[in-house]
């Protein structure tokens, strides 16, 4: 079930940031000074081939596989987004809905229908 991180290190001035998370799913919300969301990151499989859905209203919508920096043998690096062309869309809306019954319902309803509006 997802739940929120207190206390999030805010990294802009422009954009309040929330945090949602659990052992499968990371739900990152950037706000505006309004109160309507900028954007989100629903970040899907932590842990083994993670990838993160990003939708903001500047750029859109950005599917990515997490290269986390793993090199056998050899130090590791920093965790990167890499490019992904194919987004389970319905293996991660049924997840975002069964694990994230305890957040707002607003923001649960617009991350819900931006993923119903998903064209990669």
């Given at each position: 079930m997802l739940k929120e991180i207190e206390n999030v290190k805010q990294d802009t001035k422009n954009l309040?940031?929330?945090w949602f998370t659990d052992d499968y799913l990371d739900l990152i919300i950037w706000i505006e000074h309004s109160n309507k969301i900028f954007g989100f990151q629903l970040c899907y499989n932590k842990g083994n081939n993670e990838h993160s859905l990003t939708w903001d209203k500047k750029n859109g919508y950005r599917h990515n596989r997490v290269?986390?920096?793993e090199v056998s043998y050899r130090i590791k690096r920093?965790?990167?987004?890499?490019?992904?062309?194919?987004?389970?869309?319905?293996?991660?809306?049924?997840?975002?809905?069964k694990r994230g019954k305890?957040?707002?319902?607003?923001?649960l309803s617009f991350i819900l229908c931006k993923l119903e509006n998903c064209l990669l």
């Amino acid at each position: 079930m997802l739940k929120e991180i207190e206390n999030v290190k805010q990294d802009t001035k422009n954009l309040f940031r929330r945090w949602f998370t659990d052992d499968y799913l990371d739900l990152i919300i950037w706000i505006e000074h309004s109160n309507k969301i900028f954007g989100f990151q629903l970040c899907y499989n932590k842990g083994n081939n993670e990838h993160s859905l990003t939708w903001d209203k500047k750029n859109g919508y950005r599917h990515n596989r997490v290269d986390d920096g793993e090199v056998s043998y050899r130090i590791k690096r920093t965790p990167i987004l890499v490019s992904d062309g194919y987004v389970p869309l319905k293996k991660i809306k049924r997840e975002f809905l069964k694990r994230g019954k305890k957040i707002d319902k607003e923001i649960l309803s617009f991350i819900l229908c931006k993923l119903e509006n998903c064209l990669l």
